[in-house]
């Protein structure tokens, strides 16, 4: 009971301060109009304004997001662990967003949406389908400044739900809760490609999102499960892939509402800027399936090969030709790697509707990655799954050095650009697509022990449940 | 045997990797190195191969404890917790590409190099500068590497010394590794000091070092605060903590040690920078900018005078009334806490661990200048307290203080962005009104994490 009362008298303080910052804001507008906040908002060296002041703002409303919590008793033994991996996660990226003054890549969509804007034709720089640069060409009168700290704000809300909706998705696989929860977190904190995400205001975690949304939708709701994942083809072309898996379900009715939620979400770009934009992005696609420039941070196979074409005197054709092979063999090994998974369900076992589903996604992310003319380090969001799913896999000491050898590679290591050692995570999804060879069906002890530890670490014992 | 193996593949690739820079300076020259080297978008080149390199030879090091089996369930999470900050912050440096203050130090360093006299900005004692100043061969950017790889060790070695101290003060080995890893992870101090580039994390290590060399070693412990004094001369406050010891020997290691530290600097240029420190200080001191992040009492009362037109003496008499009941209230809570031991009970050195929580507060609030980073100081005195915390109200008031001090990013609001002046009055005020308490949940805690990876239960 006087905890009750002290939290109350706590979230009121926090109220009556966040009136008290508002009355402030409204007194100096109306008092000195904007010049006013000149006097009293100062910008420093090293600081973007718009993006300090969202960060400061975001993380007073976490905390008083944090007091309610504990108010409202939504805080408790079963989920105390999910909550602090994710004030921790949601805090150290606020600070590390805050000290960011500058932003790459934001500026390609900007340059998009203003040309849609003013009814030109798309840039050749724009590779994605037409809806993120639709969507932004509602902010275009707004100013670039505002366009920025709109996505940004959208890529912070957007990384709080990716902790949230992994932590899910890791449920729905057999990770316990507090597994689940300890996993995304260390997952989040240390992670490159998350990081380069933010601070290139990518669209990423929105795709990455929505195909989450899209798994954990995919039993009770079909038609948003379809949309999710129409949502996230037309963001970013890549995840059309996916649909593979979707397809080895055989379920009609969700690929009916999946075509139909591809219409919808393109007739918002048709109705605002007609067919014009779409054949835009062909033109660039087949531009960009042309050119062979090396760029050192790019790990496609397509990098990786153009470099030795251009110091020695290899043939143009003969890259072409290892390109073409290797992503052959990419599309192959997964392919087979599928066939595996549908009959031995590793991933996921169960008679229930979605399995074959569930099973065959998880190479298919690496196929939806590596096939890409580019793969940039923050595409490795998208292999997530591919990854952390293996945690209940492997079992022996030498798969674990593996693994851990292509973790570091794909998600710990800073991004560098020396020939050829900069292209690890070219390999380190192979690595993981050969761990996924063969793998046995049961999950392996280490897993299930490390399950029921998780949901022990507070002193709860919990049944076997998690031993199935 | 897997471990030992993989090992070895590393120091394969390690040398693949060396080998391959020979090979292309043979080939090439220097100018092949911008064949096979390209610089990214938002890239500082060298800190991106130095992050890079640093990590790589971390996923040694990992090998090597793994291999050598030193790492097992006793010491898991200290260092489960150490990597995950050590990367953590170095793909936060990599992508960091323009760094802050460190250009007054290697302009002061130079400039001590050249003139053999100090900048009118140069605010520490000119130890750190004629440590900087050998490295003028090497240019600014091999300067501003070599202290951006400094910063680093900085930081790795903040991680083990905290977590000792920690322990020091009884808590759990387990616990000290939970504490300290979640402390370092989100913490706007610390990536203030790591993006400014700032000496706080050396000082800090000193004074940190100072305390935990005490029993054992106090040559040691004397030299170690010494240099910390010499670094940044804020610490000097601490050696208050030392005299209530009573500890002669101490004190005598304590003054030889300042005094040889001390003559580094006069050795290679007289007495001169020692001169351009004193003016330089009396400068600040008589004033300074204003900025709505400068957390100091001067600061705020600075932007008060600003905002309402105030006298200037209003700034002067404010700040030294301020400063005096600082300094008053710091003095009873010491007082307090040596006479209740609420941080340290032992026979030895019980009145520096008890009184030195409160002295951090005073050498940091006492200053005439606080940024943010200079919260990095007052860390000890806020997890400390974790020791006592036993009711509601005192969790949430130490909850809004850690919040404003060490979560809430910086900013520059007036009057609102001087939360960090307020967060350690309310942590000194927790440690007068707790000072005889003790808390149930910190044994529980002790307890829980000691058996997190094992068995049975201390």
């Known amino acids: 009971m006087q905890n009750k009362r002290i939290l109350s008298i706590t979230l009121t303080s926090w109220g009556g301060i966040t009136l008290l910052v508002l009355g402030s804001l409204l007194f100096i507008g109306l008092r000195w109009g904007a010049d006013g906040f000149e006097i009293f908002i100062r910008e420093w060296i090293f600081t973007h304004l718009p993006t300090t002041l969202a960060s400061v703002a975001i993380t007073w409303l976490l905390i008083g997001w944090l007091l309610y919590l504990l108010y409202a008793s939504k805080i408790s033994v079963s989920n105390i662990i999910t909550w602090i991996g994710f004030f921790l996660v949601a805090f150290l990226y606020l600070n590390v967003l805050r000290e960011r003054f500058r932003y790459g890549d934001i500026s ?14 798309l840039p050749n720089s724009y590779f994605y389908f037409p809806l993120w640069a639709t969507l932004l060409e509602f902010l275009v009168p707004l100013g670039e400044d505002r366009i920025l700290l709109v996505t940004w704000i959208f890529n912070v809300i957007s990384v709080f739900a990716f902790y949230f909706l992994l932590h899910r998705v890791l449920e729905r696989y057999g990770f316990s809760p507090r597994l689940a929860a ?25 795709v990455m999102n929505a195909i989450f949304l899209s798994l954990l939708l995919y039993r009770r709701f079909p038609f948003v499960s379809a949309l999710m994942l129409a949502l996230a083809v037309q963001l970013k072309s890549s995840p059309a892939v996916l649909v593979i898996a979707f397809l080895l379900e055989r379920d009609w009715r969700w690929l009916f509402w999946f075509v139909l939620g591809n219409i919808l979400i393109a007739s918002i770009t048709l109705i605002a800027d007609g067919v014009t934009p779409f054949l835009d992005v062909m033109n660039n696609i087949f531009w960009l399936a042309g050119q062979r420039t090396a760029v050192f941070h790019d790990n496609s196979f397509d990098s990786f090969f153009s470099f030795p074409s251009e110091i020695f005197a290899v043939s143009s054709s003969l890259v072409q030709s290892l390109v073409y092979v290797s992503k052959v063999l990419l599309v192959i090994a997964v392919l087979f790697i599928i066939y595996r998974l549908v009959r031995t369900k590793a991933f996921l076992s169960g008679e229930e509707r979605g399995m074959k589903l569930f099973n065959t996604i998880v190479p298919l992310f690496i196929l939806m990655t590596m096939a890409s003319p580019i793969v940039w380090v923050h595409h490795g969001i998208f292999l997530t799954l591919a990854f952390v799913l293996l945690l209940k896999k492997i079992n022996m000491p030498g798969q674990w050095i593996w693994f851990g050898v292509a973790y570091l590679l794909e998600f710990i290591i800073p991004t560098f650009d020396f020939y050829p050692w900069s292209y690890g995570r070219l390999i380190a999804p192979l ?38 | 045997m897997t471990a030992k193996r993989a090992l070895l593949i590393w120091g394969v690739l390690t040398l693949l990797v060396i080998s391959s820079l020979l090979s292309i300076w043979l080939w090439r020259g220097a100018a092949g190195f911008e064949i096979a080297i390209q610089r990214g978008p938002f890239t500082n080149l060298p800190v ?29 999470l200290t260092w489960a917790g150490f990597f995950l900050v050590a990367l953590v912050y170095l793909n936060l440096m990599r992508e960091r590409v323009e760094y802050g203050d460190v250009e007054y130090y290697i302009a002061a360093a130079f400039k001590l190099a050249v003139e053999g006299v100090l900048p009118i900005d140069y605010y520490y004692p000119p130890l750190w500068a004629t440590l900087l100043a050998w490295l003028a061969p090497l240019g600014e950017d ?29 808590f759990s080995a ?26 706080n994390l050396h000082v800090l290590n000193m004074v940190l070092l100072g305390l935990l060399l005490y029993q054992r070693y106090p040559a040691l412990s004397a030299m170690t605060t010494a240099i910390a004094v010499h670094l940044k001369a804020s610490p000097a406050v601490l050696v208050l903590a030392f005299l209530l010891e009573w500890n002669w020997r101490w004190l005598v290691w304590a003054a030889l040690s300042f005094l040889v530290v001390g003559a580094l600097p006069i050795v290679f240029y007289g007495f001169q920078p020692y001169l351009d420190f004193i003016r330089n200080t009396a400068l600040v001191a008589a004033g300074h900018g204003l900025n709505f992040r400068e957390n100091s009492f001067e600061g705020l009362l600075m932007a008060f005078s600003a905002v309402l037109s105030l006298p200037d003496a209003f700034v002067e008499i404010g700040t030294n009334i301020a400063r005096a009941v600082l300094f008053v209230a710091a003095i009873l809570v010491m007082r307090r ?34 940024w943010v980073h200079h919260g990095i100081f007052v860390g000890l005195s806020f997890l400390l307290l974790l020791k006592k915390l036993d009711s509601p109200a005192s969790w949430t008031l130490f909850g809004f203080a850690y919040f404003f001090e060490f979560l809430l990013p910086t900013f520059d609001f007036f009057p609102w962005s001087y939360g960090r002046l307020v967060a350690p009055l309310i942590i000194l005020w927790l440690m ?15 307890c829980w994490a000691e058996s997190l990876l094992m068995e049975k239960t201390h």
């Open chain 1, 182 to 206: 300890l996993v995304t977190t260390g997952f989040m904190l240390v992670n490159t490609p998350i990081l380069r995400t933010l601070m290139y205001v990518q669209v990423n975690l929105h």
């Open chain 1, 108 to 121: 390609y969509y900007i340059k998009a949406a203003t040309r849609l804007f003013n009814n030109q034709p």
């Open chain 2, 174 to 199: 387990n616990l000290a590794a939970l504490v300290t890893t979640v402390f370092m992870l989100a913490n706007a101090p610390i990536l203030r000091t790591m993006v400014y580039m700032q000496i």
């Open chain 2, 142 to 170: 091999g300067a501003f590497i070599t202290i951006w790889f400094f910063n680093l060790l900085g930081l790795f070695a903040f991680y083990f010394l905290l977590s000792k101290t920690l322990e020091l003060y009884g």
């Open chain 2, 337 to 370: 806490n040596i006479q209740r031991e609420t941080f340290f009970t032992g026979a030895e050195g019980a009145r520096l661990f008890n009184t030195m929580p409160s002295l951090l507060i005073l050498m940091t609030l006492a200053s005439p200048i606080v």
């Open chain 1, 431 to 468: 690595i993981i697509l050969g761990l996924m060879w063969n793998l046995p069906e049961k999950p392996s002890e280490l897993f299930i022990k490390a399950n029921t530890w998780a949901e022990n670490l507070l002193g709860q014992k919990i049944q076997e449940k998690y031993a199935k």
């Open chain 2, 432 to 446: 007068w009104k707790l000072s005889d308490k003790s808390s149930e949940l910190f044994p529980k805690a002790n």
């Open chain 2, 48 to 76: 991106a191969l130095a992050s890079v390199a640093a990590t790589w030879l971390l996923g040694g090091i990992f090998l090597h404890l793994l291999s050598s089996k030193q790492i097992d369930s006793k010491n898991a």
